[in-house]
C-alpha cells in the first residue's frame, strides 16, 4: 500500500501512541488485506457525483470482494483481470443508489451473489440491484481466505455497516475525514436524533479501533481512526456519554 503526506506523519504518530501504551511490542505481521480504491461517476455526464468503489482483496490467495459498486467503471474490471483477482461476492455498505448503482451489473460479470443490510431494505430504489442475501451485524464473514468483520454503524441510513478487514476499515457513508454522512429524517427533530445516533455509533464501534486503522469512506479522501478521533470536528468532544 502506497502512503503519502499527512497520513505517513499520522500513521507514526498513532504507532508511537501504541508503542507507549503496549510494552513489550512484538513484531507487526505482514499485512495479507490490500485495497484498490476507484472513484467513480454515480452521477451523470452532466451532474457527475464522486462516490469510492473498492476491491479488496487478500494478497496471497486472491479472494476479492467488491464494496459499493456505484457505476460499472471499466478501470475495476481491467484492476481485477490483471491482478487476477477471484471475486467472491459484492457488498454494500448501505442502500443508497450511488453505492448500488452497478450492483448488478458486476454480480452478473462474476456470477457471484449481492449482499447488503437489511435495515436498509426499503432504500433500494432499483429492485434488480438489490441484495441476493443480508449481510448479518456484529459478525465476521469468510470470503475464500479473506475475512470481513462487519459492525453496524446506523444513522446515517438504518442499517448502515462498516467492513473491517485487518488494518483496513471500508466506512461507505459513516465516517469520512473530517465529516460524518448526513442525516435523514421527515423532520428536523429526526435529522437530529439520526445524527445523533451516527455519532454514537462511531464513537461505540469505529473510535475504538486500533488507531493505526485506515478509514476508507464512501466519498472524498483516505484517512485513519487517529486523524478523526484527534481531529474531527463532529467527534471533537467524544468524551461525552455516548447516545
Known amino acids: 500500500m502506497e502512503v503519502h503526506g499527512r497520513y505517513l506523519t499520522s500513521r507514526l504518530a498513532a504507532a508511537a501512541f501504541c508503542l507507549i501504551l503496549v510494552t513489550p511490542c512484538a513484531p507487526a ?4 488485506v490490500a485495497v484498490k480504491k476507484f472513484t467513480v461517476n ?6 457527475p457525483f464522486p462516490e469510492n468503489t473498492y476491491v479488496l482483496y487478500h494478497k496471497a490467495s486472491l479472494d476479492a470482494v467488491l ?3 456505484g457505476a ?10 490483471q491482478t487476477h483477482l477471484i471475486v467472491r461476492t459484492i457488498l454494500n455498505t448501505h442502500g443508497h443508489s450511488d453505492h448500488t448503482r452497478a450492483n448488478r451489473f458486476f454480480a452478473n460479470t462474476y456470477g457471484v451473489k449481492i449482499r447488503g443490510p437489511w435495515k436498509d431494505r426499503d432504500l433500494y430504489e432499483d429492485a434488480e440491484n438489490k441484495p441476493d442475501e443480508w449481510l448479518k451485524e456484529e459478525t465476521t464473514i469468510m ?7 462487519i459492525l453496524a454503524t446506523p444513522g446515517h441510513t438504518p442499517g448502515s455497516l462498516c467492513f473491517l478487514a485487518e488494518e483496513n476499515l471500508l466506512s461507505g457513508d459513516t465516517l469520512f475525514a473530517g465529516s460524518i454522512g448526513k442525516s435523514f429524517g421527515e423532520t428536523e427533530e429526526q435529522k437530529r436524533e439520526n445524527e445523533k445516533l451516527e455519532i454514537s455509533s462511531i464513537r461505540l464501534k469505529l473510535l475504538p479501533l486500533d488507531a493505526t486503522t485506515w478509514v476508507w469512506p464512501g466519498h472524498g479522501a483516505l ?7 484527534s481531529a474531527n470536528p463532529f467527534l471533537r468532544d467524544r468524551n461525552q456519554a455516548l447516545f
Open 67 to 69: 464494496v459499493d459498486p
Open 29 to 32: 505481521a505482514e499485512e495479507q
Open 72 to 81: 460499472p467503471d471499466k478501470r475495476i474490471a481491467d484492476f481485477i483481470s
Open 42 to 47: 454515480a452521477g451523470t455526464n452532466t451532474e
Open 223 to 229: 484517512t485513519t481512526i487517529w486523524d478523526e478521533a
Open 143 to 149: 470470503f475464500g481466505s479473506l475475512g470481513i468483520r
